[in-house]
């Protein structure tokens, strides 16, 4: 008899219930406490997970209660949001997309998983992996951005990341794909409201990166908060059941977010716990987080026949099963027994600087304002983020603490120990005083160049953070207009930089600047990162992975959008466009630049027709014409002019990088399968047609700055291909 078929036989409906019971847990003086409840739940096996208890001793101390004090002896699984770091903050998400390296997506994760669990973390709830095409959604910095295709790679990448090549190691956590599905698209961007997608848009759109995540063999998914078509994706069993274990064959553990099963009764498809329980549980929903639904409300669903043992006996059996397979059985403490070396430690927080110097995107550059010039000898760094350590977390900061990361200033004043740095507040984010402006403008004056700090507080971005205007907030539009224009009138360059967890609607920002910086949040080591790419050190590489709007009306703005029966056309007033503002976003999906600047030319495809089985090559030639060795980041997008069904006017496909030194020319070359080109036909199976493809290669997802071929696929139009496994 295995394991696991031992303890369901010897457990007590108690037991089983703490199995897919997920509680908060904490530390203190007087040492870790359970919210709302005691250790002595632990000990009689009604709590069986604990989630945001933080610190190597805490941790071992509720596991050893577990192990030792309960009658099973059934180790905790211990779960933390490690979403960008657990005491070495990396990037936030959205600014770690901008690197386009699954690489460095892998690499981050792998980091983060050997930090939180050498203090007993066993899972994280990451990667989030819902497409976000509505920047007034807080939780978009959590994210990959607005491509399914870029969230497909960055699934896969971060769940090789946290699980490594052995679950059970001691290093490796296990990974929650969340939050599944369609959570991006809540109506008006605002959190937890409704969703209502199409069934292409659910398939096409917001279920891909999930699927990968399976692919790659994460260990669990969340499903959203919100309802899909007016079905809470907590009971969504069609999804959940049906789809996800169904047809995607995941047998791994559904943990719900957190309280989301009591939720369901606000819901309105459920009138209590025990029918909410039921719902969630019948949907497929194994671990009920902070709800206490399960433990409270399934002995009285039980009796009421709203669900079977049998059932409950699955979802315990699937969540022993993941102990299992972290190895908790075998040695409970694995985890947190062995603190990390200092050489490590360091080595982590290096990567983090070289990682938060490559996140930056440098959105404009006129006159070449950066870098800082050598001839500078007074600089003037101002801003309610110029000196606020604290605030380069962002949101998500895990274990961090604030005096662990480093300001713009700092990071300046120690990159630039020749120039005289000067600092000024000028105005707080969130206070409508500007009295502190004038002794902004004195220091101006008193300076070569200004550093103008700017952007969001951390926590207007992450859960609970829908913002409705998307422009600088407080009264940083007062300071930015009164430093500029004194800057202009003595030719003083003005550098802005911007912290956010979503792309912002400021083109008078963008107007106004010589240069401006989209620094999002860059975790530990930002001061220094930003220094890095001021100074010339290192040549920005980052590149957009959403689209920034000119105006909040514009929103949602993707570069994936359908074409229109009546395209766009200023001379028609009967066409596709607004009244006051062009159609087109401020940047586009990919765009940056770099100290370098590059041509590219002689696009080639082979071969020009294609079969279902075959691969196209595509090649195109890279020059660095600029005077700075940089890196480019090349985009491969396609679109098909006739199909069965309107298809996007741009799909990405593919990308890579290159580096050159000043008048340097490479090669690049991309793989396209022609698995790649098929798509959902006008019954949402997939289909690969025959007819003219268009190849698009650039540097963003502006048409006017790629390059095309044509190709011919042979397939023919009712020629079925298999979903993808």
């Given at each position: 008899m295995s394991r696991i078929d031992a303890l369901l036989g010897a457990m007590t409906l108690t037991e089983k219930l703490g199995q897919l019971t997920m509680t908060a847990a904490g530390s203190a003086v007087t040492g870790p406490f359970i919210a709302g409840d005691s250790t002595d739940a632990i000990r009689a096996g009604s709590i069986g997970n604990l989630l945001n208890l933080m610190g190597a001793e805490p941790v071992r101390e509720l596991q050893?209660?577990?192990?030792?004090?309960?009658?099973?002896?059934?180790?905790?699984?211990?779960?933390?949001?490690?979403?960008?770091?657990?005491?070495?903050?990396?990037?936030?998400?959205?600014?770690?997309?901008?690197?386009?390296?699954?690489?460095?997506?892998?690499?981050?994760?792998?980091?983060?998983?050997?930090?939180?669990?050498?203090?007993?973390?066993?899972?994280?709830?990451?990667?989030?992996?819902?497409?976000?095409?509505?920047?007034?959604?807080?939780?978009g910095v959590e994210g990959f951005g607005e491509d399914p295709w870029v969230g497909g790679c960055l699934a896969r990448a971060k769940v090789r990341g946290y699980q490594g090549s052995d679950l059970s190691a001691a290093d490796a956590l296990a990974a929650v794909a969340k939050h599944y599905g369609a959570y991006g698209a809540v109506t008006a961007g605002r959190e937890y409201a409704a969703v209502d997608v199409s069934e292409r848009a659910l398939r096409e759109v917001h279920l891909p990166p999930f699927e990968a995540a399976v692919t790659a063999g994460v260990s669990s998914v969340m499903p959203a908060f919100t309802d899909l078509a007016g079905i809470p994706m907590t009971a969504h069993a069609g999804l959940l059941r049906e789809w996800l274990r169904g047809r995607l064959g995941f047998d791994g553990v559904i943990v719900s977010d957190y309280n989301a099963i009591g939720e369901l009764i606000a819901h309105g498809v459920a009138s209590d716990r025990a029918q909410a329980a039921a719902l969630a549980l019948r949907a497929g929903v194994d671990i009920d987080m902070m709800a206490d639904a399960y433990r409270y409300g399934l002995p009285e669903a039980l009796q009421r026949g709203l669900v079977s043992a049998a059932l409950i006996d699955e979802a315990?059996?699937?969540?022993?099963?993941?102990?299992?397979?972290?190895?908790?059985?075998?040695?409970?403490?694995?985890?947190?027994?062995?603190?990390?070396?200092?050489?490590?430690?360091?080595?982590?927080?290096?990567?983090?600087?070289?990682?938060?110097?490559?996140?930056?995107?440098?959105?404009?550059?006129?006159?070449?304002a950066l870098p800082l010039a050598d001839s500078l000898r007074r600089l003037l760094v101002v801003g309610p983020l110029a000196d606020a350590a604290a605030e380069m977390r962002g949101p998500w900061h895990a274990a961090a603490s604030a005096d662990g990361c480093v300001s713009v200033l700092a990071g300046l004043r120690a990159a630039?120990?020749?120039?005289?740095?000067?600092?000024?507040?000028?105005?707080?984010?969130?206070?409508?005083?500007?009295?502190?402006?004038?002794?902004?403008?004195?220091?101006?004056?008193?300076?070569?160049?200004?550093?103008?700090?700017?952007?969001?507080?951390?926590?207007?971005?992450?859960?609970a953070a829908s913002r409705a205007s998307l422009d600088l907030p407080g009264r940083q539009r007062t300071l930015t207009e009164s430093i500029c224009k004194h800057a202009r009138s003595c030719g003083k360059p003005v550098i802005a930089v911007l912290f956010s967890g979503r792309p912002l609607a400021v083109p008078w920002l963008i107007e106004q600047a010589d240069a401006v910086l989209a620094a999002w949040f860059l975790g530990a080591e930002a001061g220094h990162a930003i220094a890095d790419v001021i100074t010339g050190k290192v040549s920005p590489s980052g590149r957009t992975p959403v689209s920034w709007p000119r105006a909040v009306g514009q929103v949602p703005i993707f570069f994936g959008q359908r074409p229109s029966g009546r395209p766009a056309d200023p001379a028609n007033r009967y066409s596709s466009r607004y009244l006051d503002v062009a159609n087109d976003p401020l940047f586009a999906f990919g765009h940056g630049l770099s100290y370098g600047r590059f041509k590219l030319s002689s696009l080639r495809v082979t071969p020009e027709s294609l079969g279902a089985d075959e691969t196209l090559a595509i090649q195109v030639?890279?020059?660095?014409?600029?005077?700075?060795?940089?890196?480019?980041?090349?985009?491969?997008?396609?679109?098909?002019?006739?199909?069965?069904?309107?298809?996007?006017?741009?799909?990405?496909?593919?990308?890579?990088?290159?580096?050159?030194?000043?008048?340097?020319?490479?090669?690049?070359?991309?793989?396209?399968?022609?698995?790649?080109?098929?798509?959902?036909?006008?019954?949402?199976?997939?289909?690969?047609?025959?007819?003219?493809?268009?190849?698009?290669?650039?540097?963003?997802?502006?048409?006017?700055?790629l390059l095309q071929k044509t190709v011919q696929v042979r397939a023919s139009g009712a020629s079925r291909l298999p979903p993808p496994s």
């Open positions: 050893r209660i577990a192990v030792e004090e309960s009658r099973l002896g059934i180790p905790l699984l211990i779960a933390l949001d490690v979403i960008h770091g657990y005491r070495t903050l990396f990037p936030v998400p959205l600014a770690e997309t901008a690197l386009f390296d699954p690489e460095v997506w892998e690499r981050t994760a792998r980091e983060a998983a050997r930090e939180a669990s050498a203090e007993g973390i066993a899972m994280t709830f990451a990667p989030m992996l819902d497409v976000a095409r509505d920047p007034r959604w807080g939780r315990v059996r699937r969540v022993l099963r993941l102990k299992e397979r972290l190895g908790l059985f075998e040695d409970p403490y694995r985890r947190g027994t062995s603190p990390e070396s200092s050489t490590a430690m360091a080595e982590r927080r290096r990567f983090a600087r070289a990682v938060g110097a490559r996140a930056i995107v440098m959105l404009k550059n006129a006159g070449d630039l120990p020749q120039m005289r740095i000067e600092h000024a507040l000028g105005v707080d984010i969130d206070v409508e005083d500007t009295s502190a402006i004038a002794t902004a403008l004195r220091r101006c004056r008193q300076s070569d160049a200004v550093v103008l700090c700017l952007g969001e507080a951390s926590l207007m971005s992450g859960e030639d890279v020059l660095n014409e600029g005077r700075r060795a940089a890196q480019e980041t090349v985009f491969l997008f396609t679109h098909r002019p006739l199909a069965s069904v309107t298809r996007p006017l741009l799909e990405l496909k593919g990308f890579a990088k290159i580096e050159l030194r000043p008048g340097e020319s490479a090669t690049v070359t991309l793989q396209l399968p022609a698995t790649e080109l098929r798509y959902l036909g006008p019954d949402l199976q997939p289909v690969l047609e025959a007819g003219a493809v268009e190849i698009l290669v650039g540097p963003c997802a502006d048409r006017a700055q």
